[in-house]
């Protein structure tokens, strides 16, 4: 008989988890979720509350099974060295990790009891599993060497073992309020799937590869990511979702954005500690215009982190992340190219704010994707030409008059992307002057 402690972070559903499926009937077993408590303490309260409901809504879909969720906000080492001397666990079974600092942590694990890994957020696990000693430069070249073998596997029916698990009880975090039942109802993993299956149906998902450049609105993108990033959905369900509908081409171009989820997280792995370096993959960085800690340096920040940069497109975009948690991809990427490129600022700093203000963090895609722009990945940095962007993407300046009604009532349409030609000088060298209106 084995004892064993099944760590299900970033794993909270029933359906297609392998995790729960590794005990026997002759085991004991432990169902944990361990939240790294310094990370935990630095999201933004809407990311607590969102994490708290989900792992709320998982604890009561698991006692309804008669199973306990046993939940920690610990440092992590610590914790399961606690744990696993306590309950004599013989073996640790998680999802395959992607970041370094998790890595470690299960090789220090390894010294104590077994481990057993199980890719089980990625597309490519098992057989499929990318050769990491020819890992490919680019996530095209990726796509296309993977994407014909990828033959996902029937989502595993549900689980089996019950009789394994120990305790029955309550989760320390309770699902009372009504922000939680929100959040529970858009992102659990009924609320989830329910909002997927109705997108794959509705004229949205058509749409999609005309939409998802846009700012906000509702569907104009699958907004999948909030799931996959707490594994309320599992990726091979919605890869096999897509492959089994229709192939126009939302359709392509959707699963083609799962590829590039798929591709950072194999990156993460090959690349281990790089990918949180300065200067990344590429060994050269851009340089900071202004000495790192400095107070004009500190200032510029504080401004892009609480969207008063005076550039309505990039301060419109920050709003809605403090408001949502959200952010639009074309709006992410501005920014980020914003704060590295105009305000000469670390991108390490971006990609840490974002981590702690998206509801839809995911290490590998949000640190993967900061230093795809930074130019501290596999290619050259992205400088994006913020002005011809907000001009291409909203164009009548609703977007940014909706999430910023104080700019300048004088100035309509267009000329609401730059107040500043009015009210003072303008927050950054204006290099992009031919594209104004
Ligand atoms: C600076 C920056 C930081 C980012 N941080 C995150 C993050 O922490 N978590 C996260 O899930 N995505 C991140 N992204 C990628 C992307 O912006 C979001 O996945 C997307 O906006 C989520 O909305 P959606 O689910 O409606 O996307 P859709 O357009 O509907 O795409 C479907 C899915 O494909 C995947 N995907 C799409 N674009 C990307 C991409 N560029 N990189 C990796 N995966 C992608 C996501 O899983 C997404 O849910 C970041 C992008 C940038 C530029």
């Not at 952010?327 to 914003?338: D, H, I, L, T």
């Not at 011809?388 to 164009?395: E, G």
Request: aromatic share 12%; charged share 20%; glycine share 6%.
């Amino acid at each position: 008989m084995s004892r064993q402690l099944l760590l299900l972070n970033e794993t909270l559903r029933l359906q297609d988890n392998p995790l729960l499926n590794v005990p026997k009937s002759a085991d004991s077993a432990y169902a944990v979720i361990l939240l790294n408590q310094h990370q935990f303490e630095q999201s933004s309260p809407k990311r607590q509350a969102l994490q708290a409901a989900l792992i709320a809504d998982f604890a009561k879909q698991l006692s309804a099974r008669g199973i306990q969720l046993h939940c920690y906000i610990a440092e992590p080492w610590q914790q399961l060295q606690k744990l696993i001397k306590a309950w004599q666990i013989e073996l640790v079974v998680a999802a395959t990790p992607c970041a370094i600092d998790e890595v470690r942590l299960f090789d220090k694990v390894s010294s104590l009891c077994k481990v057993q890994l199980l890719d089980c957020n990625s597309l490519l696990d098992g057989q499929l599993a990318p050769d990491y000693q020819r890992f490919p430069k680019s996530c095209s070249q990726f796509r296309s060497q993977r994407e014909p073998e990828l033959l996902v596997s029937a989502p595993v029916a549900d689980l089996c073992c019950l009789s394994a698990f120990i305790g029955n009880g309550c989760s320390p975090f309770s699902s009372q309020t009504e922000t939680n039942e929100q959040f529970a109802a858009a992102y659990s993993s009924e609320g989830a799937s329910k909002r997927w299956q109705n997108y794959l149906q509705s004229p949205a998902f058509s749409a999609y590869l005309q939409t998802r450049n846009q700012l906000y609105g509702a569907d104009y993108a699958s907004f999948l990511s909030v799931a996959l990033a707490f594994g309320t959905l599992s990726v091979r369900q919605c890869w096999q979702d897509l492959q089994q509908g229709p192939q126009h081409p939302s359709a392509v171009w959707l699963k083609q954005e799962l590829f590039w989820r798929e591709y950072f997280r194999h990156y993460f792995r090959v690349h281990g500690a790089a990918c949180f370096a300065e200067a990344g993959l590429a060994r050269r960085a851009p340089l900071p215009k202004f000495p790192k800690g400095s107070s004009a340096a500190r200032e510029n920040f504080r401004r892009w982190q609480q969207g008063e940069t005076g550039v309505p497109f990039i301060d419109a975009n920050m709003r809605l992340l403090a408001n949502t948690g959200l952010m639009s991809n074309r709006g992410r990427q501005n920014v980020a190219s914003y704060l590295v490129f105009e305000l000469g600022i670390d991108w390490r700093l971006g990609a840490t704010f974002f981590e702690q203000q998206l509801l839809d963090f995911d290490v590998a895609s949000n640190w993967g994707n900061w230093a795809y722009i930074a130019g501290a990945g596999e290619g050259p940095a992205r400088h994006f030409n913020v002005m011809k962007q907000a001009l291409q993407y909203d164009k009548d300046a609703e977007f940014v008059s909706l999430l910023q009604p104080d700019i300048n009532p004088t100035l309509t349409g267009p000329a609401k992307h730059r107040p500043y030609a009015i009210d003072g000088t303008a927050p950054w060298q204006e290099s992009w002057a031919a594209y104004l209106p």
